[in-house]
């Protein structure tokens, strides 16, 4: 019997150009659509909130009905951030204040991100999210989550407070999945982007490699 995989993620499931490239075939999701027992359904969204997330999952992509789930988010919700998602887009509207939202951003980005402690999803709300994709076991559906790739020095002084945060997130999907849990706490330097989240090609093959040894996948 072939196994039915879902595999839901932000951008981290992605192929991409930049900062550095990762080939389509190279990311992970691919990597489990080469296995020939697997039917894979891939629903990835760049700079995608564990709610928009869900809300897709449940809106329309549960009715893949999955044997298995695969989930890789968080980054996006915990980062912490210069401005929020309205503020965003509302000073966007408009050539001046979007000019002026560029160069406030590069300047003083830093600052504001450790002054301000903005996050797109606040803890409690991940964690009520979190426990509502795991609730779906309950449907006979084996679900496994990808943890938040470690912070380094140079990513915590460019983005104040990302460690802290990575570990508050990831603490809260860890205690709701136990051996459900995949982390990646041991991912090599040399997986992640220059970017300091985003999964090069030795990244993926190391997360692809964690998915193997842990899940029924």
């Not at 504001?112 to 709300?125: N, W």
């Not at 999210?129 to 002084?157: C, F, H, M, Q, T």
């Not at 990302?162 to 990831?170: A, G, L, M, R, W």
Request: hydrophobic share 40%.
């Amino acid at each position: 019997m072939i196994k039915k995989i879902l595999v839901i993620t932000d951008s981290l499931g992605l192929p991409r150009t930049k900062p550095q490239e990762c080939k389509y075939e190279d990311t992970w999701p691919v990597l489990l659509k080469n296995k020939t027992d697997v039917q894979v359904h891939q629903v990835s969204i760049g700079g995608a909130t564990v709610t928009e997330l869900y809300e897709q999952l449940m809106g329309y992509h549960i009715s893949f009905n999955p044997n298995v789930i695969i989930v890789q988010a968080g980054i996006v919700d915990c980062a912490p951030r210069a401005f929020t998602k309205f503020e965003i887009s509302f000073l966007t509207k408009y050539k001046i204040s979007a000019y002026l939202l560029k160069i406030i951003t590069r300047r003083y980005s830093s600052f504001l991100r450790r002054l301000r402690g903005i996050t797109y999803t606040k803890p409690q709300v991940f964690k009520k999210i979190v426990e509502r994709i795991s609730d779906l076991k309950k449907e006979g559906i084996e679900i496994y989550w990808i943890g938040i790739a470690p912070s380094n020095l140079e990513y915590e002084k460019k983005v104040p407070n990302i460690t802290k945060n990575i570990s508050i997130f990831n603490n809260i999907i860890e205690n709701r999945f136990h051996k459900e849990f995949i982390s990646i706490d041991n991912i090599p330097n040399t997986g992640i982007m220059s970017d300091h989240f985003h999964l090069n090609k030795v990244g993926n093959e190391y997360v692809f490699n964690c998915i193997m040894k842990q899940s029924n996948a």
